[in-house]
């Protein structure tokens, strides 16, 4: 029987990271089997490349690409990250719409770091990365304000495809964006590698077109209220739902994936 040869894709937030305290080391079982196995781990996440960058390397695999800005960019294997003119020319175009159409959405390049921080929870000097955009906007939509304005998200997604900018709901934000999604990103860098298994890991509807794109999909249990990845039907594919959430639930199914590809 030859030996499977797979390449794992993993969103980060509320998969890999606690949706909290965004600590990854409940994982680390897995990702050490992982590394002796010689199995290459792909983080795809609306985070900067300035922000996937250190937790790449402290977890050991930066020796792999990671999707950044939830496709919408590369960060390539061993590389520093490299703002982008894109996220001039995204924020530029979100200006240009009508003001009642602006007014309820409010990105992170309005706000200073300080705001992001407080906003995300995450430590200045993160937010600080968080801020250093180089594809795409993540943000929040305030439906108050909407209704004052007399518009609608569905209203605000029009006048951004116009545009021919894609709005994406994650598990904490809403995400503007010029580029590809994670799944356009899959096969590309699976072919790289020589993979013929994909195994995706996700927790948020902006997940479901990676999870759907892999022939084993796990969907990562989320506790905070939003709605978990909706995937269509396809007999070839398996999907798993992870009993516990987070980097614990990751751990988990992983550590039972990477056990059965040591025993092919």
């Not at 960058?53 to 390539?76: Q, S």
């Not at 999604?181 to 997940?207: C, E, F, H, S, V």
């Not at 269509?232 to 594919?237: C, D, F, Q, T």
Request: hydrophobic fraction near 45%; charged fraction near 20%; include cysteine.
């Amino acid at each position: 029987m030859t030996k499977k040869r797979i390449i794992v894709f993993s969103d980060l937030d509320g998969t890999l990271l606690d949706h909290e305290t965004y600590d990854w080391s409940p994982a680390r079982p897995a990702l050490e089997v992982m590394k002796k196995q010689g199995i290459p781990l792909i983080l795809a996440s609306s985070k900067t490349a300035a922000e996937i960058a250190p937790l790449r390397a402290a977890m050991g695999f930066d020796a792999c690409p990671a999707i950044v800005e939830n496709g919408a960019g590369l960060l390539e294997s061993g590389a520093a990250p490299d703002a982008a003119g894109e996220y001039v020319k995204l924020r530029a175009a979100l200006d240009a719409l009508p003001a009642a159409l602006r007014a309820p959405f409010t990105g992170f390049g309005d706000l200073d770091v300080a705001e992001v921080a407080a906003l995300t929870g995450l430590p200045q000097s993160n937010a600080a990365l968080a801020k250093a955009r180089g594809f795409s906007e993540p943000g929040v939509w305030n439906t108050d304000m909407a209704k004052a304005h007399g518009v609608t998200e569905a209203d605000f997604f029009a006048a951004l495809a116009d545009m021919g900018i894609r709005a994406r709901m994650g598990g904490r934000y809403l995400t503007l964006s010029f580029g590809a999604t994670k799944a356009d990103r899959m096969a590309q860098i699976a072919a790289q590698y020589g993979a013929d298994t994909m195994i995706a890991l996700g927790d948020a509807p902006n997940d479901s077109e990676m999870l759907a794109a892999a022939d084993i999909a796990v969907v990562i249990s989320n506790p905070h209220g939003a709605p978990l990845p909706d995937l269509p039907k396809n007999e070839a594919r398996r999907t798993i739902i992870s009993q516990k959430a987070g980097p614990s639930g990751w751990n988990a199914v992983m550590l039972g994936l990477t056990s059965e590809q040591d025993e092919q």
